[in-house]
């Protein structure tokens, strides 16, 4: 079975400065993807970044990085310069093949404070 | 602009009622999929689809249903005999294929209160 492990239910976190979420999982396939997705309080869900099972380099894209530990199966996302906007729940979701479909499995969330 | 809409964005319902949540989208994508979100909680994948006419149960399929007759939409229904049915749905649509990469869309979410 799948899993994703978030164990930060809340993050705080000073303005400009970075941050890390953590992130890990559990699966036995070798082909898989981990993405993040941050959701405001408004709801939706944005798409952050991405990394796939056999990428060798750390995804970047813009202030947000994805530290990728394969042995130790890890995936943390790391925010430079914080910024108020910032303020958002954020999840790690993993996407296996699973019956006829790839499929995403999410975490239960970090909900992350920047403070001014 | 392509996307996905979904509609009402928030919707009361007595006890017993059936009640229908629309899902729209102009991706051109294949699959689609309903998530449940409850407070402070994940997403629970409810019920997946992946061409026209066809779909699959997700992990939490029960008092549930949905249709997909047309690729552009994805109706679900929540039916008298979802327990417990206020909480927060999302749809998504992405492409097809056996690659690790298929990015997700979201619509913007319905919020569901029974009464």
């Known amino acids: 079975a799948q899993k994703i492990t978030q164990t930060q239910p809340g993050m705080f976190v000073q303005e400009k400065e970075a941050v890390t979420l953590d992130c890990t999982y559990d699966t036995s396939d070798q082909s898989y993807g981990l993405f993040w997705y941050k959701q405001p309080s408004s709801g939706e869900m944005i798409f952050l970044i991405y990394q796939g099972s056999y990428d060798e380099q750390n995804a970047t894209e813009g202030r947000y990085s994805l530290n990728f530990q394969k042995a130790r199966k890890s995936a943390n996302l790391v925010i430079s310069a914080s910024q108020l906007g910032d303020s958002a729940m954020y999840f790690c979701?993993?996407?296996?093949?699973?019956?006829?479909?790839?499929?995403?499995?999410f975490g239960s969330g970090t909900q992350l404070t920047v403070l001014p | 602009d392509g996307g996905i809409t979904q509609s009402p964005k928030y919707l009361f319902r007595k006890e017993g009622q059936n009640v229908t949540l629309s899902c729209e989208q102009n991706?051109?994508?294949?699959?689609m999929y309903w998530y449940r979100q409850d407070p402070g909680q994940g997403l629970r994948l409810i019920y997946y689809s992946q061409i026209v006419n066809d779909f699959q149960k997700g992990d939490i399929a029960e008092g549930y249903s949905v249709s997909r007759e047309k690729k552009e939409s994805f109706p679900l229904t929540v039916t008298s005999a979802q327990k417990n049915p206020t909480a927060f749905y999302l749809c998504?649509?992405?492409?097809?294929?056996?690659?690790?990469?298929?990015?997700?869309?979201f619509g913007p979410g319905t919020r569901l209160t029974v009464l």
């Open positions: 979701a993993m996407s296996v093949f699973s019956g006829s479909a790839r499929q995403l499995t």
């Open positions: 998504a649509s992405s492409i097809t294929g056996q690659g690790s990469y298929n990015e997700q869309f």
């Open positions: 991706l051109n994508h294949d699959a």
